[in-house]
């Protein structure tokens, strides 16, 4: 909002170094009427993070601000994790307008943010495809800074880089994953909610329309009936797709899995025992799939943690999708 309305600050945790209570990309918005949303500590800094952004809504000159045990506040503070931190805090209540506009929900590319140095507190959205999308950097920083893209968006990760004496900030801007769970029920129904508490687009599928009833999935983005030769291709599987059959029949697994591994799914889990798991691996190669592509299939699907409940199976479904997003084998 603007001059008729409370303008808005963020304070971006963007590099950490050692222990500290948040990762990189942790965010905390703070309105010029108090209202704060968000946190990059959890409660150590925020205080004096708010004051900073404060400081920031009145002069409109962004900074950036260290936290570490090196400092000698940093005790009074709150930090006392024994990590350091850097927050960029800066004024956003004219970002979209700065960038062009706002992308669509689809996009997918890179917010370049400079952080220190020439050109402090310049945007740029780099697209995944045709380079820079809008933005108010430089032509040197936007041409170093190209080869940058992939890595971030494919990493899902945020990194700073070192371009013409400025530190810019990278961080990745993507769509939401999308998690397909075919096979409606009371462990699809605690897996919805788990796994789009995550952030995760889910779609929900069934061939029975009496179990595929959007009432019951109020966090599914879509609820969908039909046998998985219908579904798969109405959804389109890609690289960041997820998927988890639980519907533990013949009939659907032998069509659903192959499809998904075909389309290149990043991810499939499929519920039954170890042994019901190679029997079945067996099934699908006798039918034509690909010895190698039986390897994609993921099962027990999740964590061995001993779950027994449906929502003991979610959590331990969404434990292991989140060890494979984020590229993090579990020990």
Known sequence: MGADGPTVAAATLVSVDGSVPRRSEARLLVSS?????????????????????????????PRLVSYGLSDEDAFGLGLTCGGAMEV?????????????????????????TVIAGPGRGGHALFNSDSGIWSGDLSPIHSDELAADVEPTIAGEKARIVEVGGSRIYLEPVVAPPRL??????H????????????????????????????DQYPNAAEVLVGWPADIVPLVSPDDRTYAVCLAHNAEVEDVLLPLLADAGACYIGVLGSRRNHAARKQRLVAAGMPPEHTELLRGPVGLGIGALTPEE?????????VTVRRDHPFD
């Open 313 to 321: 199976i979610a959590v331990s479904i969404v434990a292991e999708l």
């Open 88 to 112: 960029f805090i800066e004024p956003w209540t004219s970002l979209a307008a700065d960038l062009g506009g706002a992308p669509d929900p689809a996009f997918s590319g890179v917010m370049a």
């Open 180 to 185: 397909l769970i075919y096979g409606a029920g």
């Open 187 to 214: 462990t699809a129904q605690a897996l919805c909610a788990a796994a789009s508490a995550i952030g995760f687009r889910v779609i929900v599928a069934d061939h029975r329309p009496g179990l595929a009833d959007s």
């Open 33 to 61: 009427n108090g209202a704060t949303s968000g946190s990059v500590s959890f409660g150590c800094v925020e205080a004096d993070v708010a004051a900073h952004a404060e400081a920031v809504l009145e002069s409109g000159e």
